[in-house]
């Protein structure tokens, strides 16, 4: 499934969190795995950004060398680096994930900022916006190394959607995990509007065509055991309850879908996942999605 692993890392606990979560599917997956530090300082005269620079390297080079530490133990294959950078800290991490051929990036929900995973902005969430690379974001909360005996993907259809269900399918034949299928369908636009109850029968009815889809995707790529549900109500809230009543190792998303928010707009289902489970959320952008 993969072949190279990113994880970026300033020393968080959450930081700390995605390093194992990261250690462990290199192990899992004989990844090699890739762990950077990104510092973004502004455009400063050459002496006063040569002291800086000094005295990054000497905060960052005991964390990097801890994780070559862990990583020797676990038998993983690993590569450390100092990145320097003038631009945004999430734009340095997805260049890095592109010229280092990364399949997988491993983040905390929250880190360089403090802020914790209910807030906005977060460069984890700035990340998984804009990242052509899947992004597993990992909470303080997250079993370090998921069985991976379940994965729940959410479904509606759209683009997004579909790319996520593939790569959920992918990951459950390769490791023999469960499937579970869900939509969820939003209530909230429905509340006391006139012929709700047949536009709620025309959404269930459409929820049950994608997840029916998703399920014989995955019976065709010989996924040993999958189910599905469509649900009803707040779609970030549904899916969140739906993992912890199935209890999912994994839930695997689009970085957006039917709504038509584009991935710079807050707010959107897979966001409010990310800030909301104690679950490991793998986040895929669906191909060309410019």
């Known amino acids: ?23 462990a599917l290199a192990d899992r997956f004989d990844a090699s795995l890739r762990a950077i ?12 950004e040569g002291e800086t620079s000094r005295r990054i390297t000497e905060l960052a080079e005991p964390i990097l060398a801890s994780i070559t530490e862990r990583a020797a133990d676990r038998g993983v294959s690993v590569s450390t680096d100092i990145v ?18 990364a399949d997988l990036v491993v983040m905390g929900t929250h880190g360089r900022t403090g802020l914790d995973r209910i807030a906005l902005g977060s460069v984890t969430e700035r990340t998984l916006r804009v990242s052509p ?10 079993s370090a190394d998921p069985g991976l005996d379940s994965v729940l993907v959410a479904t509606d259809g759209s683009d997004g959607a579909n790319a996520a269900a593939d790569h959920a399918i992918a990951l459950c034949a390769a490791t023999g995990a469960a499937l579970r299928v869900v939509h969820v369908v939003n209530l909230t636009p429905l509340w006391g ?22 399920i014989r995707r995955a019976e065709a790529a010989g996924v040993r055991s999958t189910e599905a549900s469509v649900l009803s109500g707040t779609p970030a809230r549904g899916i969140v309850d739906d993992a912890d009543d199935h209890d999912v190792d994994l839930i695997v998303m ?5 709504t038509g928010l584009d991935r710079y707009l807050l707010g959107s ?21 410019d």
């Open 1 to 23: 499934m993969y072949d190279t692993i990113l994880v970026p890392t300033d020393g968080s606990e959450p930081a700390d969190a995605a390093i194992e979560m990261a250690l």
């Open 37 to 48: 530090n990104v510092v973004e300082f502004a455009r400063l005269s050459k002496e006063v």
């Open 84 to 101: 320097e950078t003038t631009d945004a800290v999430h734009r340095a991490i997805v260049d890095d994930a592109d010229d280092h051929d």
């Open 133 to 142: 690379v899947p992004v597993l974001t990992v909470s303080d909360d997250a």
């Open 193 to 214: 509007s006139a012929g709700s109850a047949a536009i709620l029968d025309a959404l269930e009815e459409f929820g049950q065509r994608a997840v029916d889809d998703v």
């Open 254 to 258: 689009g970085t957006h879908g039917r």
């Open 269 to 289: 289902v897979t966001e409010h996942v990310v800030r909301l489970s104690d679950r490991p959320v793998l986040t895929l952008r669906a191909p060309n999605d």
